[in-house]
């Protein structure tokens, strides 16, 4: 931003606080004034480049992931940790190219083909990788059951699929949107304000979320693969297996790869940006449909991460979700098996552990007077009255000592 610019409340609010999940929306709702761009830590952050008037000042506050999600559940089950939901099941794509390809079971993506080809939405708007840096984002309109699958699987790294939807908005298509939970809570609220997100985008689909690494994230896992980044043609995170290996593909032909725990858990968790540790929606609340793994769990309750067939968690949270989810099955795009949301908890360990000691690390924040986002009807309470005192008290100190360090920026 230049020196003599005003800058916007809202999206000095969110600077100010390290809330900026990164979706794109005050881009799309301020394109002139407004640019997304990668920073120097490897995340995607907007940039103001001019006078933001106070209307879209207003949108922008009404919207941003960053400053805030409101729930409203509606008379559907509320789950304290899970939130709202009308079916939850177990499943994979029928195709078995799809489901090797896919991230887990490929559900997601067997969802949007059969949206496609039974004509329920004209196109899809997901996040693919960018063929001019292979292990970075770029946002996709696919329009096909092949682009589709070429998109397939989880990309660890930043996305911001809402940051060009103002070109979409005036067109007359339908589209699916798919995108990180919190790009979906922007879509959602916005829908609120401009009648036309509703018209354009009658389906939105997500997935759960643990947190998005930088790309610096990425860089280290290229480096630990041993090679530099300008040998690297091609660039998977996950996939080609259920969890598959990160895997890149080299200028010589040949392809280096680690496997899913080394990759994840030993590298890019730790890239992990500030909101998401404070995220009180990483399992897609707003969205329609909600894919997740299914991971299968030892005595202790604990994932384990050994590749098999992948099998996706399926998550209707709208009767609409549901209708399109029974539509899929009956299609036979997608096989579906019953699912008990009392093992929730231990599938997915490290989305209950944060949702519990959200509240503490919310308070932490709030005594070192850095500004937090305002969650209403996401049970913060609730859920930590299921967290261990001694747990709660680590994290609400240890997130004091991420601002006494200088470490939410
Ligand atoms: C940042 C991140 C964090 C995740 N955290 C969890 C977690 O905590 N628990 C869990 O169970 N699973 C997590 N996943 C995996 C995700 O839940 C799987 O996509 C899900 O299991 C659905 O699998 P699938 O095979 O049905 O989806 P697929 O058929 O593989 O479809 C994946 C879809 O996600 C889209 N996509 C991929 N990367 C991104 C991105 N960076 N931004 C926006 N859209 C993207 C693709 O365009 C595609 O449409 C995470 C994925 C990402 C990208
Ligand atoms: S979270 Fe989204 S809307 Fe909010 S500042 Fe970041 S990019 Fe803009
Ligand atoms: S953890 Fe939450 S804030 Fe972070 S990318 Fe995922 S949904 Fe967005």
Redesign the pocket.
């Known amino acids: 931003m230049s020196e003599s610019l005003t800058p916007s409340p809202a999206l000095a609010r969110v600077a100010k606080g390290g809330l900026c999940a990164g979706c794109g929306l005050c881009a799309a709702i301020a394109p002139d004034q407004v640019t997304i761009e990668v920073t120097e830590a490897g995340f995607l952050r907007p940039t103001q480049t001019g006078p933001i008037g106070a209307a879209q000042d207003a949108a922008i506050a009404a919207s941003c992931p960053g400053l805030g999600q409101t729930v409203d559940a509606g008379g559907r089950t509320d789950d304290t940790l899970w939130g709202p939901y009308t079916a939850m099941q177990t499943g994979w794509?029928s195709d078995p190219d799809?489901r090797h390809?896919?991230?887990?079971?490929?559900?997601?993506?067997?969802v949007?083909v059969h949206l496609i080809e039974g004509g329920e939405v004209d196109a899809?708007l997901?996040?693919?990788a960018d063929p001019q840096t292979p292990w970075a984002?770029t946002t996709?309109l696919s329009r096909s059951a092949d682009q589709?699958l070429t998109?397939?699987?989880?990309?660890?790294?930043?996305?911001a699929?809402l940051a060009g939807i103002e070109a979409l908005l005036t067109k007359e298509e339908r589209i699916a949107f798919?995108?990180?939970p919190c790009?979906v809570v922007a879509l959602r609220a916005r829908a609120m304000d401009d009648p036309r997100v509703a018209r354009v985008f009658p389906v939105m689909?997500s997935?759960?979320?643990?947190?998005?690494?930088s790309l610096t994230g990425a860089r280290e896992v290229i480096k630990a693969l041993g090679v530099s980044p300008d040998e690297v043609t091609a660039f998977r995170?996950?996939?080609n297996g259920w969890p598959g290996r990160a895997a890149a593909t080299l200028t010589d032909g040949s392809d280096r790869s680690m496997t899913y725990h080394e990759s994840w858990g030993g590298i890019l968790s730790g890239h992990v940006q500030h909101r998401c540790k404070i995220c009180a929606d990483?399992t897609g609340k707003a969205a329609d449909i909600v894919?997740?793994?299914a991971?299968e769990t030892d005595a202790a309750g604990y994932p384990l991460f050994e590749e098999r067939d992948?099998v996706?968690?399926?998550v209707a949270r709208t009767a609409l979700g549901a209708r399109l989810i029974d539509q899929a099955a009956a299609a036979g795009a997608i096989a579906t098996e019953p699912f008990d949301v009392a093992g929730l908890a231990s599938m997915?360990p490290?989305?209950s552990g944060r949702r519990r000691v959200l509240a503490a690390r919310l308070a932490g924040l709030l005594v070192m007077g850095k500004p937090i986002p305002r969650y209403r009807g996401l049970h913060v309470i609730g859920a930590a009255k299921q967290g261990r005192f001694p747990t709660l008290v680590r994290n609400f100190l240890g997130m004091v000592r991420r601002v006494l360090q200088g470490r939410i920026r």
């Not at 998109?151 to 996305?159: H, K, M, Q, T, V």
């Not at 997935?207 to 690494?213: D, H, I, K």
């Open positions: 794509a799809l390809a896919a991230s887990s079971g490929g559900a997601l993506s067997a949007l899809v997901q996040t693919t984002n996709q589709i998109a397939a699987g989880s990309r660890y790294a930043p996305s699929p798919v995108g990180k790009d689909v997935f759960f979320c643990a947190g998005v690494p995170y996950r996939g990483g894919c997740a793994d991971w992948g996706s968690l399926i997915q490290g989305q």
